[in-house]
């Protein structure tokens, strides 16, 4: 099986998927004038904003989807899949991850931005199936795309939203306090039960506290093992760029791979062209598509151009990366390059808390991908089986796991990126429409 995995996730992962990937990007920056980086800095003040914390119809703030969106991709993407990354497509595929993220932010604001427009009035739930079932013409194609995407949403979230993430958490513990990989499964299982049963106002609680708690410290940690080696700096991004900007970045080989894995890695991480934050964000209150759309957008900016940039940095100007090591082992390694034995135990805890916050997370986008299916049917069972899940990840072999993910993440992009090409034109609309806003210095439009 894992064979079979690894050479359809190559057969997917291929030239026309990545052209897809960031062809939709650079075409949605390109239509909407480059308005998503224009406005980088007023959408980060939206987080201050009065209409980032509105939660005045019975859902939950826009602030909060944020944080439960940043709950499902700040996970392993940013240590362990950064780690992979640079293991199999070498230091320029770090370069490659940013670009993918940067034309990746007129994404992420579409598809959310989408989501809020298209629910069904009244509800507070919805997607990219609901964008496409609404938004499409012909209906029946909609529909179908729609019914496509829910169905690999739910794959995705046994994949990179649950198995990927307790076998990272699992391989941490064990690796820093030889914590056996079948007590973490069973404590993962556990806890998720007891949170996913509480639904979205649960999630988003606990998300939360525990988002800005674990970024915060492991974004000190990787900034110390920086200035740590900040005299091999300047060589380890010099590599990058040639390897990632060279010719012999576009010719194949060893080189070549840092397009595949930086690309693939950076989906993995931040999770943009997926669909998958929109789930989220279609649960947010307030009925502005445009301030949805920022909000999440800054968050794929902090998720990749700024923690996985930094892990990468670490990785890279510490020495560890010709070493062998692979995975949470190698950053665990950049870490005690500077910190000691300490610093192989905040990367251990970080991995634990960043991977069981993408659990809970994706627990409720595949759950709302799944009524989407069923209706309000199995939500129960799919709750069970997800639980189980995180226990069974926790012992499965890694190669094997990521190997399920990249498969999930490429059938489920699909259909979201041919959503947004159609519908570009909406999405330049809602932008421009929200232009007034920041000329008002960043304040955000409450709900009416």
Known sequence: MEQTLKELSACLWGAPLLGLLLGTGVWLTVRTRFLAWRNLPGACALLASPGARYDGQGGISPLSALMTALSSTLGTGNIVGVATALTAGGPGALVWMELAALFGLTAKFGECALAVRFRRRGERRGG??????????????????????????????????????????????????????????????????????????????????????????????????????????????????????????????????????????????????????????????????????????????????????????????????????????????????????????????????????????????????LTYLTGNRGTGLYRLAFSLAAGIGAVARLETVFAFSDVCNALMAIPNLLCLLALSGTVRREMEAFEPAFARRGTALQSQ
Do not use: K
């Not at 808390?353 to 709302?368: H, I, K, N």
């Open 128 to 369: 990219p199936m609901v964008t496409m079932a609404r938004g499409l013409r012909p209906r029946l194609l909609g529909r179908a795309m729609g019914a496509a995407f829910a169905l690999f949403a739910v794959g995705a979230s046994f994949g990179i939203g649950n198995m990927t993430q307790t076998n990272a958490m699992a391989s941490a513990l064990e690796a820093a306090f030889s914590v056996p990989p079948w007590v973490t499964g069973a404590v993962a299982a556990v806890l998720t039960l007891g949170i996913v049963r509480g639904g979205i106002g649960r999630i988003s609680a606990v998300s939360g506290w525990l988002v800005p708690l674990m970024a915060g410290g492991y974004l000190l940690g990787t900034l110390a093992v920086i200035a740590g080696h900040i005299q091999t700096l300047p060589n380890a991004v010099g590599q990058m760029l040639r390897q990632a900007l060279g010719p012999e970045a576009f010719v194949g080989g060893t080189a070549g791979a840092a397009i595949r894995y930086g690309v693939a890695r950076g989906v993995f991480s931040n999770e943009s062209g997926m669909g998958s934050a929109a789930i989220t964000a279609a649960a947010a209150d307030g009925d502005c598509p445009a301030l949805h759309g920022y909000i999440n957008m800054v968050g794929a900016f902090f998720d990749t151009c700024v923690v996985c940039t930094l892990t990468g940095l670490a990785i890279c100007c510490s020495g560890v990366l010709e070493g062998g090591a692979d995975g949470a082992a190698l950053t665990i390694l950049a870490f005690e390059s500077v910190l000691g034995h300490w610093g192989g135990g905040l990367v251990a805890v970080c991995v634990a808390l960043f991977s069981f916050s993408s659990v809970l997370g994706w627990a409720y986008q595949g759950e709302t991908a």
